[in-house]
């Protein structure tokens, strides 16, 4: 079946390096890709999506290209702030099926 | 728009109790789903519906869990008797029609059963 792999977290950073957040699926077909962000205390945001391949996403400086040839979705910024800390969960859905599959998350904490 | 509205943020109850939290989709917005997180378990999908039909609710974990969307602006997910085990944070999701069927989240309803 269908599923989705981040790696496993805490990354720890310190304010402006660089973040890269890796997302590989496995998937029959082309689907659709998103980065969700979950701030402490509050719900899933939609952070940046793509739906065909080469498809770049990007929002607030995050980008995340989408690549068929590795089946890979990787979140990247090029400068992280204290305010970044949070989880950030990688997914994917397929035309003609609603759902989204969720990877478990990856807690990114920032210090100052 | 006021993005996706979940009443209440917080509930506290004692085991054996009737829970219902309660959702408001984004207008215009077809598909409606209910999540529960936990540490342990992480976001599990517990059953969506599409133009207010029950689609799947195989994730629903019991008997003890129910869930209606009387219309297209509202939805409830009940549980009854709560047990400690229930406790979670509890979300609401809807989607837009057509694809890429992305999701906008509320800000979800913590459930403490003690």
């Known amino acids: 079946g269908d599923s989705v792999t981040q790696m496993e977290g805490p990354v720890t950073l310190s304010e402006e390096a660089f973040l890269t957040i890796n997302c590989t699926y496995t998937?029959?077909?082309?689907?659709?890709l998103f980065w969700y962000v979950q701030y402490p205390g509050e719900g899933l945001q939609l952070l940046l999506k793509a739906t065909k391949a080469d498809d770049k996403g990007s929002n607030k400086g995050f980008e995340a290209t989408y690549r068929k040839e590795t089946t890979s979705f990787h979140l990247e910024k090029g400068s992280v702030q204290v305010s970044d800390s949070a989880v950030y969960f990688c997914?994917?859905?397929?035309?003609?099926?609603?759902?989204?599959?969720f990877g478990k998350g990856t807690m990114l904490l920032v210090s100052p | 728009d006021a993005g996706v509205i979940q009443s209440p943020r917080h509930e506290v109850t004692e085991m054996g109790q009737e829970v219902t939290l309660r959702c408001k989709p984004i207008?215009?917005?077809?598909?409606l789903f209910w999540y529960r997180q936990t540490m342990m378990r992480g976001l599990e999908l517990l059953i969506y519906f599409n133009n207010n039909v029950p689609i799947d609710d195989s994730g629903m974990p019991e008997d003890r869990f129910s869930a209606k969307m009387p219309n297209a602006s509202f939805s409830t997910l009940k549980i009854q008797p709560s047990e400690p085990r229930d406790s979670a944070v509890y979300f609401c999701?809807?989607?837009?029609?057509?694809?890429?069927?992305?999701?906008?989240f509320g800000p979800g309803t913590r459930l403490t059963v003690t």
């Open positions: 207008s215009g917005h077809d598909y």
């Open positions: 999701a809807s989607s837009p029609p057509g694809p890429p069927y992305e999701q906008y």
């Open positions: 998937a029959t077909g082309y689907p659709s």
């Open positions: 997914a994917l859905s397929f035309s003609g099926y609603s759902t989204l599959t």
